[in-house]
């Protein structure tokens, strides 16, 4: 039988604390012997250990391979691992991700198996390394934290709009292109919004899944959420379409929560409706921390993070609103740099 030539791209910037177990999961998993895997580790100039640690494991796994991304950018780093070989198929995975010893096997027979299936993602299992992290990862494991649909909370095998650490047969790329250098944040829902407009389905598989290290501040949570939603924006202009309604909720959240006081002012009818508004959310709030926690201690915490995931979101994207709809913008140079 024919051999299997599997690229798997690493995007990565200073993450020497995951690095080594992210590939050596990568190589640990059950692989048929006619399957050729390649590893590119996309380095975006790391400057913390990052790199001592791939050459180092360079030493260790002949295929492994160190690309410089001197733009530093997630976009790019794709790009260049992608065009490093013409392979088969190519798997996308973070520096973060740490996957399971069937998730490159499983992917593979999927797409062999299903023609009309383009792309094939995992299942999210939150790690943390502080309290702060483990609170974070609770609030994002539900659909009250994230929005009904994300694949983030998804429990059954499916179809779904996008997948994180996703593998593609190499010919969709040479069908619909690459992926968008512009974005920095959202490019990957750009190009499975893409594979879909284009014919192809995505399948989340339950089956597989990939261990996510969660960011372990809130400050660096709320950058995070911002620029997705900042550059959701620009994503639905690039398209003129919504990629998705779920993403309109954040938005229409902090609008609601800005026009409050003025409502309650107006008529009684509306002061009613505000503050069961404002009512209803804290009680939904509550009622996912309970059941999320694990001690009674968490609760408060887990209560909170709700609002920074909303409120960050919703607002990044009535920045992006304002910025690319009404002001006719180009992407700020503040909002290209990567949170941390």
Not at 14 to 42: D, G, M, P, T, W
Not at 217 to 228: P, R
């Amino acid at each position: 039988m024919d051999k299997v030539r599997i690229s798997v791209v690493i995007p990565c910037r200073n993450e020497v604390n995951y690095i080594e177990e992210c590939i050596k999961a990568i190589y640990q998993n059950e692989l048929h012997e006619r399957i050729l895997l390649s590893v590119f580790v996309v380095d975006g100039m790391s400057d913390d250990g990052t790199r001592a640690v791939v050459n180092e494991l360079v030493n260790n796994y002949p295929s492994l391979k160190l690309i410089d991304n001197s733009k530093q950018l997630t976009p790019y780093a794709f790009n260049l691992g992608i065009h490093e070989q013409k392979a088969d198929y190519v798997q996308i995975i973070g520096a973060r991700h740490i996957v399971s010893p069937n998730y490159i096997s499983k992917s593979l027979s999927i797409l062999k198996e299903n023609k009309e299936i383009w792309c094939v993602g995992g299942r999210l299992i939150n790690e943390y390394t502080n309290q702060v992290s483990s609170i974070i990862s609770k609030a994002m494991d539900t659909s009250f934290g994230m929005g009904i649909g994300n694949f983030r909370i998804l429990e059954k095998s499916g179809f779904t709009d996008t997948v994180t650490s996703p593998m593609y047969p190499f010919w969709v790329f040479d069908k619909i292109g690459f992926f968008d250098e512009q974005l920095v944040r959202n490019q990957d829902d750009d190009f499975n919004f893409r594979v879909t407009n284009a014919g192809g389905k995505i399948w989340f598989e339950n089956e597989i899944n990939l261990k996510y290290y969660v960011r372990a501040n809130y400050k660096g949570l709320y950058k995070q959420f911002f620029q997705y939603g900042y550059w959701k924006v620009f994503v639905n202009k690039k398209h003129k379409a919504v990629t998705t309604i779920r993403q309109l909720v954040p938005p229409l959240f902090v609008l609601f929560i800005l026009l409050a006081p003025f409502l309650i002012l107006l008529n009684n009818v509306l002061s009613v409706l505000t503050i069961f508004g404002l009512g209803l959310y804290i009680l939904l709030g509550i009622y996912f921390s309970f059941k999320k926690a694990s001690k009674t201690s968490e609760i408060g915490g887990i209560a909170i993070t709700f609002p920074i995931l909303h409120f960050s979101y919703g607002l990044g994207y009535l920045l992006g609103i304002w910025h690319f709809l009404f002001l006719k913008k180009t992407p700020a140079d503040k909002q290209k740099k990567i949170s941390r």
